[in-house]
């Protein structure tokens, strides 16, 4: 077998641990994927009433597509824990010091992580259609938009690796923990930037999430205002280049933090 491929089969064993975990543990991961329906629920009946929308349209129009890019975001704490706790409790080492290949580590949790967002999306996708939410464009462009929102999910995955490999134990993370709320509220995920005063709706119309959320709702066919502002207009290229810029920062980073971890 070649190099890829061993890397390959090596990366599917660890995803496999994750996996199984996953059925040994499975309410974290559970709740995982219900506590963006929750925050669905909750900031529809908060702000749906509020927030003017195009006649015809309700608010879950521009909230679940927002919603499934924020989900992505929560994505990134799952990582930064698994990934620290491993660290902390030697499992990390004792992988390093097996005959496999020496990116299956990190390979297995970008796998593990992303089928687990994937359940997110469709879970997401489920509650949102039971509560009125609907797509208008075609399957093609549905797909595309899921496929952007897991662009930014792998992209968001480094950032996690990242900053799991860095910190010094699991506790440490909780203080990395609450910046995600920060940047999952500065978008245009519940409003739109044009609402924001006008240094705040620019900082918000940068945010990768506010890129991707602006790109989904396009291909869905679903109303956002933020649509007419410069970065909305170039929705499509933001999810994109966003992402994979984060990605070329990140995983370098994050393979560079892991060859320098100790033995």
Known sequence: MTALGWALADGWTIARRALLHWRMQPGPVIFGW??????????????????????????????????????????????????????????????????????????????????????????????????????????????AAFGLLLLLRFALLWVGIFIGLTVKNAQSIVAVQVAVWPVGFLSSVFVATSTMPDWLGTIAQWNPLSGTATAARSLFGNPDPSAASWIGEHALAAAIIGPLLLTAIFLPLSAARFRRLSN
Not at 55 to 77: K, Q, R
Not at 100 to 108: I, K, Q, T, Y
């Open 34 to 143: 219900l506590f963006p329906v929750l925050m669905m629920l909750m900031f529809g009946a908060l702000l749906g009433g509020a927030i003017e929308t195009p006649a015809g349209t309700s608010y879950y129009e521009l909230l679940v597509p927002g919603i499934f890019a924020l989900g992505m975001l929560f994505g990134l704490e799952a990582t930064m824990t698994a990934v620290t706790t491993d660290v902390a409790k030697g499992v990390t080492d004792r992988f390093r010091s097996l005959p496999m290949s020496s990116a299956a580590v990190v390979l297995g949790r970008c796998i593990a992580d992303l089928l687990d967002s994937a359940v997110t999306l469709v879970v997401l996708a489920g509650a949102g259609l039971a509560l009125g939410w609907r797509w208008h464009g075609s399957v093609l462009e549905a797909l």
